[in-house]
């Protein structure tokens, strides 16, 4: 007999032998049991999770001579000829080449004649999202009151290409998309099956490359057993799928970080020598940021379901970075996914998203700039501010009530490293002071005071926190002139341009003058 494939070979001919889709299951035996049998089914999810198998068991089980039965016995006549596609009553239908309303009226006027054998006449439709909308207004009847012997099964990995006529009038049967231990359980099954050994690391990767898809997973294990032979390992994995290692993803975003784009176009070669596949490392390496986020963001090392070694590696980098830089790097590369999927020219696509990401660093810098501020790290000391006038006090009564003295620029570092967004806008102030337990904002226009007004109270705690004591923060805007004219009181059209407007109100800018 000519070899066959591992995902065919393995396909679950019973309901107990489908993985990961107890509630679908559970609900079809239920029906099953208690003759609450439906007309029309349709089973969605992505690719490899089961529908169509789903389909077939179930087309088994309601014709099933000993049935309708929660399980098909598999040994009757109906049983095997569904199995091998050959029944006559048990129809499946693609329907990327069954598009057409002259099909759809043929497959109606089969509906109209009893089974030739079986229970039901069943038309099991795959790839359901491919009929055009006039086959699915002229199925629309024969779903909604087809005859008592007619049962259609859809599959489709779009439902939201089907019209909704058509899901109003059919069970809903969502699958999921397989967990990472329900598939390597699976995976090592079969290896066991086949007399195959392979550790769990390379079943492990083998089933993160699936993405939750048993027939992905189970046609990648097939490869990797060509190459391997009886033996599997990680690295044997590592060489069919083209991965890289956990320190090269280190390295690219240290890289980022540091926006070395020499290093990172370096890096690039040495994956491209070494035969990687890029779209994948661009996948790999957004997982990689991933599970740094994680990590910054105190979530549970089991989440990341990676090994000792790499959770090293993890923690050395993400101990050099702060979450909201972790965030911003996130989403500069998640930025360019969809462009790296689908470019013709993947490595170049690569090296412009990994190119553009470098640039965190001039951000930085553009933000401390906005912010009227060097970087906390090179700004140089300042003289301490002159004494405020205030009333003398006995030194008992000053040393409980008065906060402890502290450089009025303390609260202005820790607002630029926590709200730096904020910070920018504290920067167009005309003026800033602490006075006591009071810190004073001066501004000459109430669109820029603005955002500090609404966010007064988290400014409060922020310089509470600073000071070790209770403080509130006002902000002011500096009194006009009664008779003077504002510029930006004179009607002027460009001056009233949201885009306009926007900029002024980000950036402290001044309308000085018009030109056409």
Known sequence: MSYQALARKYRPQTFKDIVGQETVVRTLQNAIKDGRIHHAYLFSGVRGVGKTTVARILAKALNCEHGPAAEPDNTCTICREITEGIDLDVREIDAATYTGVDNIRELRDVTQFQPARDRYRIFIVDEAHMLSAPAWNALLKLIEEPPPHVIFMFATTEMQKVPQTIISRVQKNILRKITLPDLIARLAQICKAEGIEADRTALEIVARRGEGSVRDSLSLLDQIIAFSGRTVSAEDVATILGLSDTNFFARIVTHIADGDHAAILEALQDASDGGRDFKM????????????????????????????????????????????????????????????????????????????????????????????????????????????????????????????????????????????????????????????????????????????????????????????????????????????????????????????????????????????
């Open 281 to 516: 490392l661009y996948r790999d390496l957004l997982n990689f940021v991933r599970n740094l986020l994680l990590l910054a963001g105190g979530a549970n090392e089991a989440m990341l379901a990676a090994s000792p070694e790499d959770l090293a590696t993890l923690h050395s980098v993400a101990k050099t970075l702060s979450y909201t830089e972790l965030l911003r790097i996130a989403n500069l590369l998640l930025r360019d996914d969809e462009t790296v999927n689908k470019a013709e020219h993947q490595r170049l696509a690569v090296e412009i998203a990994l190119l553009k990401a470098a640039t965190f660093p001039r951000l930085r810098a553009v933000e401390e700039a906005l912010s009227g501020s060097e970087p906390v790290e090179r700004r140089p000391p300042r003289a301490p501010e002159p004494a405020t006038r205030q009333t003398r006090k006995a030194p008992a009564a000053e040393a409980a009530a008065a906060p402890p003295e502290q450089n009025p620029d303390d609260f202005l570092t820790r607002l630029q490293k926590t709200r730096p967004m904020l910070a920018g806008y504290a920067a167009a102030a005309k003026s800033f002071a602490k006075e006591g337990n009071r810190i004073i904002w001066t501004f000459d226009d109430r669109d820029l005071a603005q955002p500090l007004i609404d966010e007064r109270a988290s400014l409060e705690q922020l310089a509470s926190e600073v000071y070790g004591t209770r403080m509130d923060v006002a902000i002011e805007t500096a009194t006009e002139k009664p008779n003077a004219r504002r510029a930006e009181d004179k009607p002027s059209p460009l001056r009233d341009d949201p885009v306009v407007r926007a900029f002024q109100k980000h950036l402290g800018g001044e309308l000085m003058k018009e030109k056409r």
